[in-house]
T-cell receptor, first 113, second 121 residues
């Protein structure tokens, strides 16, 4: 089974400063079609999860361009260029390459310093 | 507005059963794979089950195989999760989620608000 490992698990950030979350998979997430099905989700306090990024680097509709996804193979990163108050919450990476199951990372809690 | 609304959660004793329902609106759920994802109190997200558009394929996380069963009724735009032999570790908020119509690899693009299941004596 694929294991997804995120770091850090807690991320205190000053408003306006950048933030970076790492996600590593125990197996390559490159699918046979050449694509990498690594997705990122945001869960704000008291809310349901919301997809931010799909297929490594594609932002969902309505997601601010301060969010970006990158990486390759087994190492991936979610970056927020300038953290805003509304970004507080838990961020999860999730692999979709090894279908028909999905695997989430443990989550990274972003808070404002 | 595309929406998923779960229902059926509650308090159940260990060994008991519960059936969760998920009603879709604003889109045709029969065009999508559908998933259930759970979140134990204070914990992260865990994928539970997937069901294909025509229900011909169903997949489960190992910890629920043989106890949980996912199903759907496309005439009612609904998905279900039958949970039997419940254990304390099944206590969680259960989310119904729509899998992206483009490709399963893109994951879930619409989520419900969740329904809470508590397994306790």
């Amino acid at each position: 089974d694929v294991v997804m490992t995120q770091s850090p698990l807690s991320l205190p950030v000053t408003l306006g400063q950048p933030a970076s979350i790492s996600c590593r998979s125990s197996q390559s997430l490159v699918y046979s079609d050449g694509n990498t099905y690594l997705n990122w989700f945001q869960q704000r306090p008291g809310q349901s999860p919301r997809r931010l990024i799909y297929k490594l680097s594609n932002r969902d509709s309505g997601v601010p361009d301060r969010f970006s996804g990158s990486g390759s193979g087994t190492d991936f990163t979610l970056k927020i260029s300038r953290v805003e108050a509304e970004d507080v919450g838990v961020y999860y990476c999730m692999q979709g390459t090894h279908w028909p199951s999905y695997t989430f990372g443990q989550g990274t809690k972003l808070e404002i310093k | 507005e595309e929406q998923l609304v779960e229902s059926g959660g509650g308090l159940v004793q260990p060994g008991g059963s519960l059936r969760l329902s998920c009603a879709a609106s604003g889109f045709t759920s029969s065009n999508h794979w559908m998933s259930w994802v759970r979140q134990a109190p204070g914990k992260g997200l865990e994928w539970v089950a997937n069901i294909k558009q025509d229900a011909s394929e169903k997949y489960y996380v190992d910890s629920v195989k043989g106890r949980f069963s996912i199903s759907r009724d496309n005439t009612k735009n609904s998905v279900y999760l039958q949970m039997n032999s419940l254990r304390a570790e099944d206590t969680a908020v259960y989310y119904c989620a729509r899998v992206d119509v483009v490709l399963w690899g893109y994951g879930m693009d619409v989520w419900g608000q969740g329904t809470t299941v508590t397994v306790s004596s």
